[in-house]
Nanobody
Framework: QVQVVESGGGLVRPGGPLRLSCTVS????????LAWFRRAPGKGLEFLAA????????NYGDSVKDRFTISRDNAKNTVYLQMNSLKLEDTAVYYC??????????????????WGQGTQVIVSS
């Protein structure tokens, strides 16, 4: 089974930074496109960012394009989401998905069945 585990969530003040991590048990890790999603209270699942196998191809959702950065370390089987300039509306449970694909023409990320349980981020003053 593929295990996907997010970590790094917590309480942060508006404007502050936070880095999330997602570790995937499946090997080789480099075979997987990786993505971050989130679900804010009372809202649907929102695409945030995706990164290809090599780490070169990267795409972001419009809402976080200028504030969030996705990266990966294949040696550690880990993908990161660096979040800066956090806003109150960034409060959400953040999820990692492994093994999907991104269609740059439609701007759509097609998720796989490999999801983590999520890590909660609360932005509050």
């Amino acid at each position: 089974q593929v295990q996907v585990v997010e970590s790094g969530g917590g309480l942060v003040r508006p404007g502050g930074p936070l880095r999330l991590s997602c570790t995937v048990s499946k090997n080789p890790f480099s075979d997987y496109t990786l993505a971050w999603f989130r679900r804010a209270p009372g809202k649907g699942l929102e695409f945030l960012a995706a990164i290809g196998r090599s780490g070169i191809n990267i795409n972001y959702g419009d809402s976080v394009k200028d504030r969030f950065t996705i990266s990966r370390d294949n040696a550690k089987n880990t993908v990161y989401l660096q979040m800066n300039s956090l806003k109150l509306e960034d409060t959400a449970v953040y999820y990692c998905n492994a093994g999907g694909s991104y269609d740059s023409y439609s701007g759509t990320y097609y998720d796989s069945a490999y999801w983590g349980q999520g890590t909660q981020v609360i932005v509050s003053s």
